[in-house]
T-cell receptor, first 111, second 114 residues
Framework: ELKVEQNPLFLSMQEGKNYTIYCNYS?????LYWYRQDPGKSLESLFV?????AVKQEGRLMASLDTKARLSTLHITAAVHDLSATYFC???????????FGTGTRLKVLA | EAEVAQSPRYKITEKSQAVAFWCDPI?????LYWYRQILGQGPELLVQ????????DSQLPKDRFSAERLKGVDSTLKIQPAELGDSAMYLC????????????FGPGTRLTVL
């Protein structure tokens, strides 16, 4: 059974600092997704990573995928308060078009 | 911009009552998903449709939950009878089921069972 783990589960950081969220998964997959969720809201797609070595950047967020290590990272550069949210990674189970979501990382950026 | 529509946005019901949620996917998206998200957790897939057919309902509590997508477009998820533990956000998503299979989520229905 595919398992997806994120760490840390909670992250409190100062504005202007850098940090990385990690997403590990247990079986082979080459499609990984990052979503953002604000409190009480739905999920907003951030990145789609489709192959080993894929790197995507949008503003202060950069995501990468290492399929051999079964690891994706979401790097935050010079955090700002507006990035405060919960971030989920999701892995597409090969051949099923079904996502398994990670546990989520609740990020709080302090002014 | 095309979006996934869901209604109602909020639903409060008493246990043992029946509730129903509706979802209209992005036009042209053949794959539709219903997820349940308990507060503080990640979404969990309840049912996956390809057109009007159920592809995966292995996590759907079939004694009380049912889902249908009769014409392969919009979909309804029903709970009867509702239990206290069903309180959660119910999310609908759709995708093209193409190479990247990016799923797009609707605003969700927040269910509270009293």
């Amino acid at each position: 059974e595919l398992k997806v783990e994120q760490n840390p589960l909670f992250l409190s950081m100062q504005e202007g600092k850098n940090y990385t969220i990690y997403c590990n998964y247990s079986t082979t997959s080459d499609r990984l997704y990052w979503y953002r969720q604000d409190p009480g809201k739905s999920l907003e797609s951030l990145f789609v990573l489709l192959s080993n070595g894929a790197v995507k950047q949008e503003g202060r967020l950069m995501a990468s995928l290492d399929t051999k290590a079964r690891l994706s990272t979401l790097h935050i550069t010079a955090a700002v308060h507006d990035l405060s949210a919960t971030y989920f990674c999701a892995v597409d189970t090969s051949g099923t078009y079904k996502y398994i979501f990670g546990t989520g990382t609740r990020l709080k950026v302090l002014a | 911009e095309a979006e996934v529509a869901q209604s109602p946005r909020y639903k409060i019901t008493e246990k043992s009552q029946a509730v129903a949620f509706w979802c209209d996917p992005i036009s042209g998206h053949a794959t539709l998903y219903w997820y349940r998200q308990i507060l503080g957790q990640g979404p969990e897939l309840l049912v996956q449709f390809q057109d009007e057919s159920v592809v995966d309902d292995s996590q759907l509590p079939k004694d009380r939950f049912s889902a249908e997508r009769l014409k392969g477009v919009d979909s309804t998820l029903k709970i009867q009878p509702a239990e206290l533990g069903d309180s959660a956000m119910y999310l609908c998503a759709s995708s093209l089921r193409d190479f990247d299979n990016e799923q797009f989520f609707g605003p969700g229905t927040r269910l509270t069972v009293l």
